[in-house]
């Protein structure tokens, strides 16, 4: 099977080097100097996304935001134009319903595939191959990218043939992230100022209360103030609540938290702390907490 990877950011590039040597592989990302340690794993490295893409069999987008899919698949040698008929194009991005459905739309129409297939996890999670993907596509085509879900992940969530149906639940997931890691900042800053240690109320919530893998990675950043480098970033998470919003107007399903969320989020990046961690959040709670 031939791949072609397109991005290779904070989470695109190790899903990328799970693939390396398992495919023939080929990647491509706008800044070069990402691409060009590939080549010493015995990666292609393309310089257009015509060169990474002309022959895959399935081309997987990993970028940051509805832009850089959309001129990635519409734009000049865009995969529109450079997939071959029946290749599958796996938007593994967290993007907005409104993008993927009209992804899904103009592949159709180009005789292509289109398969949504955002992912839970952060970079360690996709290093080692233990990402959650949720996918949603036509049947057969889901099918063809068994071997890449299973190269990338530790299972697969089938959400069924609305491609849109995988980011939107990728968008629900994410709202219910930021809400947790909120919660916690607001629990931490409230102990800490009841002259309780941060790592005592960690170990007390996600003894007592939580027990969950959300709580260690984020709670423990927290903990250690260990907010750079970014595995979900601030400015990144005020976009996907954004999105969520639009999407759940679309729908007319209320997210009242999600709206305060989204609040909470610019603050923290009109802050300056947009590039840094998700678990930095708590930093707004504890300057409001006057700490």
């Not at 103009?106 to 233990?130: I, K, L, M, N």
């Not at 089938?158 to 919660?183: C, D, Y």
């Not at 002259?195 to 007592?208: H, M, Q, R, S």
Request: with cysteine.
């Amino acid at each position: 099977m031939r791949i072609a990877f397109l991005g290779l950011g904070r989470m695109g590039d190790p899903m990328a080097r799970r693939l390396a040597g398992a495919f023939d592989l080929s990647v491509f990302n706008r800044d070069m100097a990402r691409a060009r340690p590939f080549a010493a794993l015995g990666v292609r490295v393309a310089a257009s996304v015509r060169e990474a893409a002309e022959g895959a069999d399935l081309a997987v987008t990993m970028l940051a935001d509805d832009g850089a899919e959309e001129a990635l698949a519409f734009g000049p040698g865009g995969l529109l134009e450079v997939l071959a008929p029946e290749a599958v194009h796996v938007s593994m991005s967290t993007i907005g319903i409104a993008t993927s459905a009209r992804l899904a739309e103009a592949h159709a129409e180009a005789g292509q595939g289109f398969v949504a297939a955002p992912v839970f996890g952060r970079p360690p999670a996709a290093a080692s191959g233990q990402l959650w993907i949720l996918a949603a596509g036509p049947e057969q085509q889901v099918a063809r990218c068994q071997p890449l879900f299973e190269a990338l992940g530790q299972g697969v969530f089938p959400l069924g043939e609305r491609a849109s149906t995988a980011h939107a639940m990728k968008l629900a997931g994410n709202g219910l992230l930021i809400t947790a890691v909120e919660a916690l900042s607001e629990a931490f800053a409230f102990g800490e100022k009841a002259g309780v240690a941060p790592e005592t109320t960690l170990k007390i919530l996600n003894t007592a209360l939580l027990k969950s893998p959300l709580a260690d990675a984020y709670g423990g950043a927290v903990v250690r103030g260990d907010f750079e480098p970014a595995g979900f970033a601030l400015r990144l998470a005020l976009k996907d609540v954004s999105l969520a919003l639009r999407a759940a107007e679309a729908y007319q399903a209320p997210l009242p938290i999600t709206s305060f969320l989204r609040d909470r989020l610019l603050a923290a990046v009109a802050k300056g702390y947009g590039d840094q961690d998700l678990a930095a959040l708590s930093r707004i709670s504890r300057e409001d907490a006057g700490i």
